[in-house]
C-alpha cells in the first residue's frame, strides 16, 4: 500500500544532542511537509520542499532543519533539541500544492 | 495574520446525539481539508472540499463547504464512542505567491462521546 513512513516512531534524546528523523513515502508526491505538533494543539508547519525546492516557515526556529535527497525521503534535523522542542513530528505529503497533505504516523519526541 | 478559526473548542455529546464543527476565514480559502486525530494518533485525511457550495457525505458524516469558500461544516448524525477524537478543518488560502505554503489549520474541536 502507498503510504508515509516514519522512523523512529518514538526518540529520545538529550539536551543540546542532536537528532535526525527520517519520512519516506511511497506516494511518489510531489510536496514534503514537516510538521511540529504539541499536546492539543494544531500541527504547525516547520517547512516544506515542492519537489527540490526548499520553502521555509518565517517562525521556523535556525535549530531546525531539512534535507531532501530524493523524491522519497525526507530528514529533519534538530541541531540542539531544548526542552520545549518535546512534540510529535509529523512528515506529510501531498500531490501539489493544492492536495490535502497526507500524514505519516509521526515520530514523539522526549528531550531529556 | 490570516487565519481559520475553529469552533468549538470541545464538544461532549451522548452517543446518539448528532456533533458539529465550524470553520471560518476571513479570506476566500481554494479548498478545505478536514481531518480526524485519535487520541495519541495522527491527523487522519477524511475529505477536501474544493466547490462552492460543495456538500459530500461518508456514512454519517456530512461536509459543506459555503458559498462564499470561506467557512465549512462537519456534521455526524447519531454519534458513536468511535467518533471520538480532535476533528481539524485545514483551508488553503488564495494567494498570488507560489512558493508559500497557505494552508492554515483550524485549532482543532476535541469531541468525547459518552455511551
Known amino acids: 500500500d502507498a503510504m508515509v513512513i516514519q522512523n523512529p516512531r518514538y526518540q529520545v534524546t538529550q539536551f543540546g544532542k542532536p537528532v535526525t528523523l527520517s519520512c519516506s513515502q511511497t506516494?511518489?508526491?510531489?510536496?514534503m511537509y514537516w510538521y511540529q505538533q504539541k499536546s492539543s494543539q494544531a500541527p504547525k508547519l516547520l517547512f516544506h520542499y515542492y519537489d527540490k525546492d526548499f520553502n521555509n516557515e518565517a517562525d521556523t526556529p535556525d535549530n531546525f532543519q531539512s534535507r531532501r535527497p530524493n523524491t522519497s525521503f525526507c530528514f529533519l534535523d534538530i541541531r540542539s533539541p531544548g526542552l520545549g522542542d518535546a512534540a510529535m513530528y509529523l512528515c506529510a505529503t501531498s500531490r501539489d500544492r493544492r492536495g490535502a497533505p497526507y500524514f505519516g504516523p509521526g515520530t514523539r519526541l522526549l528531550v531529556l | 495574520g490570516q487565519q481559520v478559526m475553529q469552533i468549538p473548542q470541545y464538544q461532549h455529546v451522548q452517543e446518539g446525539e448528532d456533533f458539529t464543527t465550524y470553520c471560518n476565514s476571513s479570506?476566500?480559502?481554494?479548498?478545505i481539508q478536514w481531518y480526524k486525530q485519535r487520541p495519541g494518533g495522527h491527523p487522519v485525511f477524511l475529505i477536501q472540499?474544493?466547490?462552492?457550495?460543495e456538500v459530500k457525505k461518508q456514512k454519517r458524516l456530512t461536509f459543506q463547504f459555503g458559498e462564499a469558500k470561506k467557512n465549512s461544516s462537519l456534521h455526524i448524525t447519531a454519534t458513536q464512542t468511535t467518533d471520538v477524537g480532535t476533528y481539524f478543518c485545514?483551508?488553503?488560502?488564495?494567494?498570488?505567491?507560489?512558493?508559500?505554503?497557505?494552508?492554515?489549520f483550524g485549532a482543532g474541536t476535541r469531541l468525547t462521546v459518552k455511551p
Open positions: 479570506t476566500t480559502l481554494s479548498n
Open positions: 506516494l511518489n508526491h510531489n510536496v
Open positions: 472540499l474544493v466547490k462552492s457550495g
Open positions: 485545514a483551508g488553503l488560502l488564495t494567494r498570488p505567491q507560489v512558493n508559500n505554503n497557505d494552508m492554515r
